[in-house]
Every structure is written in structure tokens, then in C-alpha cells.
């Protein structure tokens, strides 16, 4: 296929058409023409012509009007006008319709040759500039479809991860749940044999303490589980960590007289937006771990502090107990996992205390050496609902300030 | 008198054992962890084994694997959650002699030692 630009000269002067040919065809252009209006548009309609050569005066049409006709079939050709006289008017009309430039009669050979050339550098830019657009809304598109499907696959994956954490939570309430009624059921099979008996046996007596015994211990379980499917995400105020912090202390104060606490709060901590229960329930389970980590005393330390990028707190509980070995460590905020003795607690409380962190947004790491204590790092963020409480407020304090001392002057 | 090890976790499962088969005749004695029944396996010498599969520190299987390779002979029942433990290739292949589904009906687990062990 010949790349060479064509031009089309439409001229009823066969000496101007003839000589404009030769020039261009040196050039290196592809050139055709045409004597009428009609005959140009006919060489248009059945081939591309990069560019037109239209003279203003032609037997059968005015050269604008035939302008007009081109520009309108075939937007993308650059049209010229040729004029024997400079008028203004229909300089400035060729100019509105469509028309690169127009040159006048008669022809300075330099002038028009760098005019065509100007015309044409400026078609191609034109046409290159529209594919590109559109290639690239087409891969805007397909774009787009890739992050949809992504984000399709992602709902997916935590949908799954969702379900293998209750598939898990479900095996070991199975097992835990189990335990309980193997001992409630074997008591009552032995009961029914002892009450068929004459005299009162003992077993009668030993069978009801067990099995009142265990039924409590699956309520207690139940009851935890009820932490789990408790939204958390509801019933949201702003809440000062460090008052949580001192009530979960004095709730669970009597049963931590073997250990000292050290507390090292950030004063003007900002409030959080959080459901306080859920923080109680969080830091009495951080401090229970820590008891039981410290049976032969110790100390425990828990700090807040705002984070330098002003938008999380962090809570840091630190004890010097016995630590946690490091195959452990990753299974600690799992459900059922426990390292006591058996009846001495399910092993559920950290990761009760792992779901509340992160129904609140936040997060919960762990570190921990063995026999060099454990600490736990919460954060939790500070929100803009939060924020806007704490602007709020000072914005009052301030208020009343410039009441009392007489308003400024 | 016979000898019995129940292994299990949790210590109301391990006292039912204990009162059902004591009655028996047998001589009981508890543990709680999969280690421990292997050392008390290894010194005591017991007729029977009586262990739970789910324990912490150690399934149950990999304890009958340990318990089998000192001692091909000794019956070894397992007791379990799940109704359709013969399902499972791995249960069937580790050389158990049977097996309890729980919560246990104590005449079933009376009958079982009674098979294993003889009156």
C-alpha cells in the first residue's frame, strides 16, 4: 500500500492544476484532480485524500461551498482554499468552515509548499491523538473489568477465610462442648443404676455435684461464644481509654494482689469511637492473661500513647511473666487454644479479645520470649468522628474561656 | 486384676471411666496427656489402653503410633467425637482395636473391655 500522502487539487485552470501537480508530485505527493465541485466530491467519496486543494471559483459550485461538502463526508481531509484576490471575508469564512489555510493567486511556490506541509504534519497529529484516546479508553475499560473481578475475588477470599475461622471456632466448641456432656451423660446412666439400689449410695450424691457441675461449665462456654457473635460495631461513643483501662483494673483488682501494675498513660489522650463494654472485655482478658502468666508475681505494665501520624492510639500491655514459646506464638489469638491444664480455662479469651480489637478497626500484635514476659500492642484508631468530638469540645472550653474573662476586645 | 491407662484431658471423663470400670474389677489408672500415657504405658504395662483422640500437645494417633512401636500387642481403644471414625483410612490403618464414639453409653464401654479383656 502506498503510504504517500495524497492531495486532491480540485481547479477548472488546467494550466493552475497541471503546474500545482508538478510541484507536489516532486514533493514526494501522491496527487489526483478534478475540473467541478461534483468531480472532486466523487474522487473524495471513493478515496481518502489526506488533503484538498479547492479553488474558491469553480464552474459548478462555489469553492466554499464544496469547503463545506468535504469537510462534512470526510471530516479528516485538510482542506486548502485557493483565491485569486485576498478577501477578508471569504478568507475568514473558508477559515470558519473548516479550512487549514487558504493561498492566494498568485502562488508563491515556498509559501504553499510549506503550507500543505504544515497542514498535513497537523492532520496526522490529529488522527494519531483520537486513536490514542481511544486505545486508551480501551484499556480504561478493560481496566476497570480487571479491579471489578479482583474485587469479586477478594469479597470471596475473606467470605472463605471467614467461614474456615468458623469452621475451626465450630470444631473446637464441638470438642469442648463434648467433654462436658460425656460426663454429664456416663453420671446420669450410673445415677438411674444407684437409685434402683436399696440405700442411699454416695454416687447419688457425687453424680448430681458433677452433673450440676459440667452444665455450668457449657453455659460458661456458651456465654463466651456470645462474645464472638456480639457485633461490637454498635451502641459507638467516645470512649477515654485510659478511664477503661483504670475500670478493667478495678474490676479485676482482687485477683492480682501478687502483681504490680505500672501504668504510663499519655495525658489528653484523644477519645476513640468504640463500644466500651467491648474495650472492658478486651482488657480484662489482657490482664487475666497476664495473672496467669505471673502466678509467682511480677509486674505489668500498660502504657497509652497517641501515634506520631495523630491517627491511632496504641495500648501497650507488658508483663515479666513466663513468656510464650515460639511454636506458640502463632496459634496464640486462635480459639480453643490454651496452654493450661485442662479445666483451667478454654483458651478462648485472647481470641475473643483479637475479635474485638478488630471489629474496632484496629490491631493486635504479640511478642513474647520465654521466661522474658510478653506484651501485648494494640492499636486502635483514632476516628474522624472521634476527631471532630475532641475539636468540638475544645472549640466550647474555649468559648466559655473568652466569656469569663470578658470576651476579646 | 487387669490393668487399664484411660487417657483423656479432661478429668470428669477420666473419673467416669474410672467409677464405671473400677466397678468392673479392673484396676484404673488416669491420664492426661498423650506423653504421660506413653511413660505409663512403658513402666506399668497395662492390659489396655483406653485413649481420646483430640488431646492437646499430641493426637491420638500419633500416640498409638509411639505406643505401637514398643508394643504391637496391647488393645488400644480410641474414643471420639465423630460417629464415622472407620471412614477414615488413617484410623483404620493405625492398628486400633476399637473404638468408642462419645458422650459414652457406659454399658457399651463395659462391653467393649469385657470383649478386649474377658470377664
Known sequence: MDARPKILIVDDDEGMRDTLRDILEEEGYMVACASSGKQGLRTISEEFHNLTLIDIRLPDMSGLHLLEQVKRSSPDTACMLITGFASIETSVEALNLGAEAYIVKPLNIEQVKMSIHRALERQSLVIENRRLLESLKESNEKLKEEIRKKEVLQTKLIESEKLSALGKLVAGMRHEINNPLCAIMGRTQLLREAVERPSPHPRIKDGLDVIEAEGRRIVRILEYLDLFCTPWTVGLRAVDVNRTIERALAWTGNDTPHIEVVKEFERALPRITANEEGLMNLFNNLINNARDAMRNGGTLQISTRLQPDERSIAVVFRDTGEGIPRENLEHVFEPFFTTRDPGKGIGLGLSIAYHIVKEHGGEMVIASEEDNGTAFTITLPVTRESRTYEAQSIHKKGETDEENSGGRR | ?119
Open chain 2, 1 to 119: 486384676m487387669k490393668k487399664i491407662v484411660v487417657a483423656d484431658d479432661d478429668l470428669n471423663v477420666r473419673l467416669l471411666f474410672n467409677d464405671v470400670l473400677s466397678e468392673e474389677g479392673y484396676e484404673v489408672v488416669g491420664v492426661a496427656s498423650g506423653p504421660e500415657a506413653i511413660r505409663e504405658v512403658e513402666s506399668s504395662s497395662p492390659d489396655l489402653l483406653i485413649l481420646d483422640i483430640k488431646m492437646p500437645e499430641m493426637h491420638g494417633l500419633q500416640v498409638l503410633e509411639k505406643v505401637r512401636e514398643k508394643n504391637e500387642n496391647l488393645p488400644v481403644i480410641i474414643c471420639t467425637a465423630y460417629k464415622h471414625m472407620d471412614d477414615d483410612p488413617a484410623v483404620r490403618e493405625s492398628g486400633v482395636t476399637a473404638y468408642l464414639v462419645k458422650p459414652v453409653d457406659i454399658n457399651v464401654l463395659k462391653d467393649t473391655v469385657k470383649q478386649i479383656l474377658g470377664a
